[in-house]
């Protein structure tokens, strides 16, 4: 059984850092693309990135640049999403998903149910 399991949000500073984790259970990370949204407050989601499951690199909105990286543990089952110099804007509920395939860029079929960031002034 497909499943995605995000944690490690919470409350942090402008300027702080956060780590979240997406467990993933039902396919390896190995071979398998996946796929950060978050979704702020009153607001259409936005793409963050995604890390292929071939290259494991990974590709970012502009709006992230330089600030989040995306990577991920195969050995762990574990994806991560390092959040870096963080502003308010930033404060949303942060999701991973994936479409069970190699290369990012698919329909999205399984979601987490999302971890929320906030982050104060």
């Known amino acids: 059984q497909v499943r995605l399991v995000e944690s490690g949000g919470g409350v942090v500073q402008s300027g702080g850092s956060l780590r979240l984790s997406c467990d993933v259970a039902g396919f390896t990370l190995d071979s398998t693309a996946i796929t950060w949204f978050r979704q702020p407050p009153g607001k259409q989601r936005e793409l963050i990135g995604c890390?292929?499951?071939?290259?494991?690199?990974?590709s970012y909105a502009d709006s992230v640049k330089g600030r989040f990286i995306i990577s991920t543990d195969s050995g762990k089952n574990t994806a991560f999403l390092q959040l870096n110099d963080l502003k308010p804007e930033d404060t949303a509920l942060y999701r991973c998903?994936?479409?069970?395939?190699?290369?990012?860029?698919?329909?999205?079929?399984?979601w987490g149910q999302g971890t929320q960031v906030t982050v104060s002034s």
């Open positions: 890390i292929g499951g071939s290259d494991h690199k990974g």
């Open positions: 998903a994936t479409d069970l395939k190699q290369d990012c860029g698919g329909m999205l079929v399984f």
